[in-house]
């Protein structure tokens, strides 16, 4: 079984066409137009892959062109496409030695590759071991074409003639008699072949027929034979013809049949004579020699005639000395290219390892370099913080300031009133109090008693007066310093509605005092079922103030770009929404630009002229309210105004 599958080997070895001459016309056509190199390359790999197997000489002299045309574009992976070609024409020829040198050399050029190296490497492997295997080493032949399966695997490369490999270890393990071996790589071949986009290919066929053959379903191996032979004939491939003839003749060998027998070993014979198949020259014609042999007649001189000179063509003891010889040779020389590679691997390892010694010693010396500038460097940012950190405290004492100065002329104007009041009353009590003098110097008969208790009355209701009035100068002057100074962080009970209105008034007069033209209406809608609420009095008053100063500025701009019959109106409102109460500062200025409009709580941001603000009002009153555990925010229209909202939780939640 092993001699008759030698020659079954060789034709799966090679390249099959599996078009008609019009097909070759095309791809010549292809040649002569194409603009790219690689356009070139392909064309003439398909010609020289189309004529292995039909016309050797003319696969070999495409497959020449491609090396030729390769080697003078510089182009390594045409060059290796080409020797692989060369490879399979030679074989076809019977030429085994040259075939298993240029099998190598294809290997070793693979390796030089940048593109499409693992597969070129797995092809290469592939084509070592169909050589091996048609030269009568299986063992050899399974080892390379496990090598490339597993290459093709790395590669990640899909190709459609992925399936080739596991036919070509099918039939390998046919020539070990490993029959179950053989059968399960013809399944992976038929999945893998059944997925191919392109399916004009009779090699499935002539293996399954041959496994099924040796293992002893003839029929189904006939079958595939048969089918084998219609398709060879469809795609006009003379060789597969006659390889695919050799291999039913033998089958109907095996099952006594003589007379299909003897047809299909002549058709062998015949095609192989006319196109120089030697290998199926050659076993055809021991075929029918064996078969003659028993007869005595003249045929078996001639078929033994026929059969020792394609037997010497082939496989003469010269030339598979010749092929031992080669295949030594370039086994070594793969040795000892593996060796070198290793050896340089360990030298560079060494150096490597030096390298990064070297390499440690700079970087150790450059990190303690650097750790010294670091520590120096962090002696500076830690001056440089300290200086932000006084710098920031005096920002924002200055914006606390600049706050108080707005103040200063709203409370001016607010204390001026109780202590006109106090004078006021203070005079007329000091008229009162001389003419209730002048009374009681009267005589006792003409003293008017009910008028001296009508004095009495009104010195003592002034007197309240006074002091009331002097109460409220004392809040004024209190609240001012309350203003002014850091405050202790304590939350306490505290009038939102009382808060809200006196500095909205303070703020009124503050701009009024800068600016006498200035008028604005101001709206107050406080909600009376609020009550008191846990703030700091002291900060939630600098955010309310900040926020009804920039509502009186807001429309204080506006007049400048509208002129008169505009009305200036500044909000403010309280409201007690579940769980929490809600200020509104409303105005109907200029509006803020939505493309500032995410800016406005940033520190130092502001949209006042420079000198007019220190852009931390916002900024500010944006840390005050989140401390308190409430939330600020804005609604804003350009051209119609503002309304800044404050949230606070009241005091069962604070």
């Not at 599958?5 to 034709?11: G, N, P, W, Y």
């Not at 290796?80 to 298993?100: C, E, H, P, R, V």
């Amino acid at each position: 079984m092993k001699n008759l599958l030698v020659a079954l080997l060789l034709f799966f070895s090679i390249s099959i066409g599996s078009a008609q001459q019009q097909y070759a016309d095309s791809l010549k056509q292809v040649f002569v137009s194409a603009k790219e190199d690689s356009t070139k390359v392909t064309a003439l790999g398909l010609l020289s892959f189309y004529y292995s197997g039909l016309y050797p000489d003319s696969g070999l002299y495409y497959a020449d062109k491609i090396i030729e045309f390769s080697k003078q574009k510089n182009y390594k992976y045409g060059e290796a496409l080409g020797l692989l070609n060369k490879g399979l024409s030679m074989l076809s020829q019977g030429d085994f030695t040259s075939s298993i040198q240029i099998g190598f050399r294809c290997l070793n050029l693979s390796k030089e590759l940048s593109e499409h190296q693992l597969y070129m490497l797995s092809e290469s492997n592939r084509f070592i071991g169909g050589t091996y295997s048609v030269s009568g080493n299986p063992e050899k032949a399974s080892e390379y074409l496990y090598k490339s399966i597993e290459l093709r695997k790395q590669s990640g490369e899909y190709h459609d003639n992925a399936y080739f490999v596991y036919f070509s270890l099918a039939f390998t393990m046919l020539m070990q008699e490993k029959n179950d071996s053989a059968l399960f790589f013809l399944k992976k071949g038929w999945d893998l072949f059944l997925k191919a986009d392109v399916k004009r290919d009779v090699r499935p066929y002539i293996v399954s027929g041959n496994v099924y053959r040796f293992s002893g379903d003839s029929q189904k191996g006939e079958n595939y034979f048969r089918k084998g032979i219609e398709l060879s004939r469809k795609y006009n491939s003379l060789f597969l013809v006659a390889a695919i003839s050799n291999d039913l003749a033998s089958l109907f060998f095996d099952n006594k049949m003589r007379d299909s027998c003897l047809y299909y070993f002549y058709q062998c014979l015949s095609l192989s004579q006319k196109n120089h198949y030697k290998i199926f020259e050659m076993y055809s014609s021991r075929s029918l020699y064996y078969l003659y042999d028993s007869l005595s007649t003249d045929s078996t001189l001639k078929y033994m005639k026929i059969y020792i000179a394609a037997r010497d063509k082939v496989f003469s003891q010269e030339k598979m000395k010749q092929f031992q010889a080669a295949s030594f040779e370039a086994e070594k020389k793969e040795s000892d290219l593996a060796n070198a590679e290793a050896s340089y691997k360990s030298r560079l390892r060494m150096y490597i390892v030096i390298g990064t010694a070297f390499v440690f010693l700079i970087v150790a010396f450059v990190l303690f370099r650097n750790n010294r500038q670091k520590q120096k460097a962090n002696k500076v940012l830690e001056t440089t913080l300290t200086n932000l950190k006084s710098t920031q405290t005096q920002l924002i004492q200055s914006e606390k300031m600049a706050s108080l100065g707005e103040l200063t002329a709203g409370i001016a104007h607010e204390i001026q009133n109780p202590l006109n009041f106090v004078n006021n009353f203070s005079e007329v009590n000091t008229e009162l109090i001389e003419e209730l003098k002048g009374e009681r110097q009267k005589a006792e008969g003409v003293r008017n008693t009910e008028l001296e208790d009508e004095l009495l009355n009104d010195i003592k209701a002034n007197s309240e007066k006074i002091n009331h009035h002097g109460k409220r100068a004392g809040d004024i002057v209190k609240g001012m310093l309350q203003h002014s100074r850091t405050g202790s962080g304590k939350k306490e009970p505290t009038d939102i509605n009382a808060l809200c209105d006196e500095y909205l008034r303070l703020s009124y007069h503050g701009l009024r005092a800068k600016d006498k033209s200035f008028n604005a209406t101001m709206k107050t809608d406080f909600d009376s079922s609020i009550g008191k609420i846990n703030i700091v009095p002291q900060d939630i008053g600098r955010v309310v103030l900040n926020l009804i100063n920039n509502a009186f500025y807001a429309v204080s701009e506006r007049p400048k770009a509208e002129g008169e019959g505009f009305e200036p109106t500044v909000s403010v409102s309280t409201k007690k929404v579940s769980d929490k109460i809600e200020i509104k500062v409303s105005d109907n200025g200029n509006g803020i630009p939505q493309k500032v409009l995410d800016k406005i709580f940033q520190p130092f941001f502001t949209t006042k002229p420079t000198g007019q603000g220190t852009g931390l009002g916002l900024s500010l009153s944006y840390d005050i309210i989140k401390a308190h555990g409430g939330e600020i925010k804005v609604e804003t229209k350009e051209g119609k105004g503002s309304t800044f909202i404050i949230q606070l939780l009241t005091k069962e939640n604070s």
